[in-house]
């Protein structure tokens, strides 16, 4: 399958449609919503195709990416959402859903083991190797390397077929339903993140 890469600037091109629902990732200068801007937002269709929208930091405008975002009948899919969802609100100023997060969806049903990272799940399910070797790299340089932008593409080319799969097992765990009421907290969850609320559980005792 080859796979194609675009780059946008600053919003996604009018009158894309996502009807199998959009995989979604982002890309900032760190992992502190606050301090750390976010640069670049992925989007697949699950087709082997993805889109990158670059952001310079001076402008959040990206209407057609914030319609995408808060469309009710567009599924978006994260692998976990908690921390991008807490992102595109900080930035663009949307709450994201209805969502799906492949890192809940594994915690919930693969309770025979912790390793719930991407690359983990990926190998497992779908017996594909992921590189994480551009992880950590400047993602507000003007210029992408095609290093990073296969990278950043590879965070959201396989997120379908990750749903799929783990749709499958919550399913045979009797565990849909509260996968669904984890997906629909995630927002307030991403909300208390940002309001200094990141390090408390406030269901514990
Ligand atoms: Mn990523």
């Known amino acids: 399958m080859g796979t194609k890469i675009y780059l946008h600037h600053g919003d996604l091109p009018a009158g894309m449609r996502f009807p199998d629902g959009v995989a979604i990732d982002t890309e900032t ?22 889109h990158l929208v670059q952001f310079d ?21 994260f692998h976990y959402a908690r921390f991008d969802v807490a992102v595109l609100s900080r930035y663009l100023g949307v709450v994201t859903k209805p969502l799906f997060c492949t890192k809940i969806a594994s915690k919930l049903v693969r309770t025979y083991t912790d390793r719930h990272g991407l690359k983990d799940l990926v190998a497992e399910l779908l017996g594909v ?16 390397s095609d290093a990073q932008k296969s990278y950043a593409a590879s965070d959201v080319l396989h997120l379908h077929a990750l749903r799929s799969r783990l749709d499958a097992m919550l399913k ?26 990141e390090d408390m559980d406030i269901f514990s005792h």
């Open 57 to 77: 930091g001076r402008s959040y405008e990206a209407p057609h990416l914030k319609r995408l975002l808060a469309d009710p009948d567009t599924i978006k899919i």
């Open 29 to 50: 200068l760190g992992l502190k919503p606050h301090r750390d801007r976010l640069c670049l937002v992925q989007l697949s269709a699950g087709d082997g195709t993805a």
């Open 129 to 144: 190797e992921l590189s994480k070797h551009q992880q950590s790299s400047d993602w507000a340089a003007a210029s992408l």
């Open 172 to 197: 045979r765990e009797g565990r849909t339903a509260l996968a669904a009421a984890c997906f629909d907290f995630l927002p307030n969850r991403a909300a208390m993140d940002l309001a200094g609320f």
